[in-house]
């Protein structure tokens, strides 16, 4: 992450445009269209880098790029794409989504996007519209001749609420990413996505469920390992025996052995009968190894002996019992790393590592978050509707908007415990923005602690830092507020709208969206 700190009158900004017919035409027709939207554009507002998306072929554009580079000082990037047609909403979105979140990563910290909405098709603006209010938050630009540049007004916010009503029918390919396409099997309904990297996890596990293969599930905690497991078991062969599903850090290392090979009636003192282990009460079906990292190195060679002896002799017995188990394992660690460090056998991981499935956590999940949001909720309402006095809940706008915006960090498991406690809070039938901030987790990210924990001295500039941390939150506040400075200034505790204003000022913050 870049650590650059500007001041206020130095905040980077970047313009994202694509490019349009008229801009085209600017080196040649001057005296009919002027500039064009994007270099007026530049001529009004200081950019730091422009970011141009086209569907023209290069040798169409070629001569416009020549004349933008005379007309123009700050870096510009041409991101070339190929639409079915100019109107194609569904690839529209995924190039120009994928365009502002690169942009967005590699730009300095406190770097404004702006979308400008003039050139292009009335498709491209209405995407730009869409990322504005439900991903970024950036701003909105629109230029003409009669008008100059000036920020775009949409009083209205469609976040998450709306997308689909907007597209649907629009071409084929958006309403698929709007609706939840059916898994191809049964067993793995419950798993709930639309994402294409979902849909690649998905087709992963179905292709390795019939093989009597080892598998290894790697994924952050709560990105669903037992979903998928019990989802692989169903759809094995094995799916009408035991499935037995073990959280392998839960168990004492002096019961490792008891709880996996069982135990004789007088084994030890405390045996006072015969108990069989995980290992033989899922013969013939499949043994889930929840968290297999968190395994003893001492116990981890036990485990690796029933691995490649298939069988297991309970404690007290001398009399062997054959195995028929298929093993699944799953890991919130790097066991790689693991094994370098010598905290996990490299023998033991080759066992269980025959097929890798690597699941991603929710942020990186494009397009799931919505879907997950609807159908949890409708779970927390199923579980509750038996409480006396629950009503059925349902979000606003602006609740849904900051659940979307969330990181994540606990992953879907967070994401439901969130709602159940956002429906703890709400009285009423409607969770608000307020009941969604009390339940939310308070996030520890590294760019938290390096503002807590910058060193003394040479280069500490506590002025700056200050700036730093009052930005986000003016900033943050606008955003979530819509604009509305009367309600940013209750979220961040400031008196009075017009106090916010002397902080925005103090600051640099534009105020082109902003209205008290």
Sequence with gaps: MHKNIYTAASMPQILLSWIGNTDLRAPLEPDAVGLGPIVQACTQREFTKLVLLTDYPEEKIAEYRKWLKKKVACPVDVLSTSLRSPTNFGEIYEFAREAADKTKRVAPEGTNLVFHLSPGTPAMAAVWIILAKTRFAAELIESSAKHGVRTASVP??????????????????????????????????????????????????????????????EGESGTGKELFARAIHNASPRKLKPFIAVNCGAIPRELFESEFFGHEKGAFTGADRMRIGHFEAANGGTLFLDEIGEIPLSEQVKLLRVL????????????????????????????????????????????????????????EREGDIGLLIEKLLEQVNSESEEEPGYKDKKLSVTARKLLLRHSWPGNVRELLNTLRRAAVWCDGEEIGAEDVREALLPESTDHERNVLDQPLGDGCNLQKVLEMVARNYLERALDEADGNKTVAAKLVGLPSYQTFTNWMNRYGIRTGKARA
């Design 156 to 217: 209205f916010d469609i976040a998450a609420d709306f997308i689909p009503d907007l597209l649907r029918g629009s071409d084929r390919k958006l309403t698929e990413l709007s609706a939840a396409p059916p898994p191809e099997a049964p067993e793995f309904r419950d798993i709930i996505y639309r994402s294409k990297i979902m849909q690649r996890a998905i087709a992963r596990a179905q292709r390795i469920a019939p093989r009597n293969v080892s598998v290894l599930l």
């Design 308 to 363: 490649q002896e298939s069988e297991v002799t309970r404690l007290g017995s001398k009399q062997a019992t054959e195995l028929d188990v298929r093993f699944i394992a799953a890991t919130n660690r790097n066991l790689l790393e693991e094994i370098s460090a010598g905290q996990f056998r490299a023998d033991l991981f080759y066992r269980i590592a025959v097929a890798v499935l690597k699941l991603p956590p929710l942020r």
